[in-house]
């Protein structure tokens, strides 16, 4: 595969995987310049950039490049004055950042080719708050008895809020902690590609043998495996085989097992047997926690109000925190000063995720589709028990999310008085402080926007 395709394919990937503010501030103007020996030289344009895809994005572009071309095994960053890509000799400084430098050791820039764990996770650079304390706690307890104590453990929230962080660094404790057993991170789309590619060559036990030898199985994102059912059977009985031989099993989903449609019951039987534990959206106090370790980590200072601001506005997850932190520390290394608290809002506001318009009608079909009733009775005027609880939650998302007059809601909504909307509101105010389970069915119902 020539250069321009490989990187072609690998930029979609890494797209997927990075904010839109972050693609666009590293990845711009970046190419491959060669392919040597299983090495990768990627062009970049100064040493600020080399620097924050070496220390940041490293492992996310080696483990997209692998993906496409299993002969990839490194990849290095050279600075060049040439950013049009082209094959003239670039201009190259000694310094250049290669994945077998002594300034980087190997094993802190590769993913484990045997177990799939990234080494950067682990539970000492895990920030705990009201977020995730519950599902942090349930992780050292498996860690102290693996196979024993929750299991299975599934762990579920919503993307960017840091599930996969938790059950690799769990991974990487278990693997410290035994250094004997084998122990397999792996997402549910490789284990799904393994499955299929296993049937193909006619392979089956040995993909049989392969997972069954594990002593932790750890499956990232469960939700990908909706539609394949063959697979879902296999991952059926594999679950069966590494249970009744005490094998610790970790899952993680971005929503509760029993509201996947499309994941068989009897797996969902099997998930609820141990413990399922959420991690929610971090509250403010967490965040400016996360952003206090992260510029603990890359080195760096920032003005208390920037970081505060940072906090208070970026809510929707730790990967977009992070990464508009990126943007804030790029921003001022490229002007060479510190960034004004308005010059930040400004980065923000530029840079912030284009608003998706939600109807009335897009909202009503989100709630009735999750509690799987016809959108047609909430505007009936029925009583019934399986109604009126997606009615009034409809009606709370409607005011609290979208800032939606009672009145105008009341009129959408069947033409019910707005007396009758603000009521339905205040109960579930009122509700959601006493009942965990609503509270889980809000986010997952926001989490579809």
Not at 179 to 187: A, N
Not at 317 to 339: D, F, P, Y
Not at 394 to 410: A, H, K, Q, T, V
Request: net charge positive; glycine share 4%; charged share 25%.
């Amino acid at each position: 595969m020539d250069n321009k395709e490989l990187w072609d394919k690998a930029l979609v990937d890494i797209e997927l995987e990075v904010s839109k503010a972050n693609f666009s501030t590293w990845f711009k103007n970046t190419h491959i310049i060669k392919q040597e020996a299983g090495t990768v030289s990627v062009s970049v344009q100064n040493e600020f950039v080399r620097d924050w895809l070496s220390n940041k994005y490293h492992s996310t572009v080696l483990r997209v490049l692998r993906n496409i071309s299993s002969d990839v095994r490194g990849v290095e960053y050279v600075i060049t004055k040439n950013d049009r890509g082209d094959k003239s000799a670039p201009v190259i400084k000694k310094d250049v950042f290669s994945p077998f430098s002594p300034e980087l050791p190997l094993q802190d820039t590769y993913i484990g080719k045997e177990d799939g764990l990234n080494p950067r996770y682990i539970f000492d650079s895990f920030i705990i708050g009201p977020f995730n304390e519950l599902a942090h706690a349930a992780a050292q307890a498996v860690q102290k008895k693996p196979g024993i104590m929750y299991n299975p453990l599934f762990i579920y929230g919503s993307t960017g809020y840091g599930k996969t962080h938790l059950i690799q660094a769990l991974g990487n404790g278990l693997k410290k902690q035994n250094p004997g057993k084998k122990i397999q991170y792996v997402s549910s789309e490789k284990f799904s590609i393994d499955y299929v590619t296993s049937l193909g060559n006619n392979r089956v036990n040995e993909f049989k043998e392969k997972y069954r030898k594990y002593d932790v199985l750890i499956m990232d994102d469960i939700q990908f495996l909706v539609g394949k059912d063959k697979t879902q059977e296999e991952l059926f009985h594999l679950y069966n085989a590494l249970y009744e031989n005490n094998k610790q099993i970790i899952f993680s989903s971005d929503k509760h097992p029993n509201y996947i449609n499309g994941l068989e019951d009897r797996l969902k039987s099997r998930f609820g047997s141990g413990m399922i534990v959420e991690i929610t959206m971090p509250e403010y106090e967490s965040r400016l926690a996360i952003l206090r370790e992260k510029m603990k980590q890359q080195q760096v200072i920032i003005p208390d109000e920037i970081v505060q601001y940072i906090a208070e506005t970026i809510q929707s997850s730790i990967r977009e925190l992070e990464g508009t932190l990126n943007l804030v520390v790029c921003q001022a290394q490229l002007k060479n000063k510190t960034l004004s608290l308005n010059e930040v809002k400004t980065l923000i506001k530029n840079n912030a995720k284009p608003t998706k318009p939600v109807s009335i009608k897009d909202v009503v079909k989100t709630v009735t589709t999750f509690y799987n009733i016809d959108e047609r009775v909430i505007y009936e005027k029925t009583r019934r028990k399986e109604v009126v609880k997606p009615r009034q939650v409809l009606m709370y998302i409607l005011r609290e999310d979208f800032n939606i007059s009672y009145p105008l809601i009341g009129q959408k909504l069947g033409g019910r008085d707005h007396t009758t909307v603000i009521h339905s509101c205040e109960k579930i105010k009122v509700d959601i402080k006493t009942d965990m389970l609503l509270v889980q069915e809000i986010e997952q119902i926001r989490a579809l926007f």
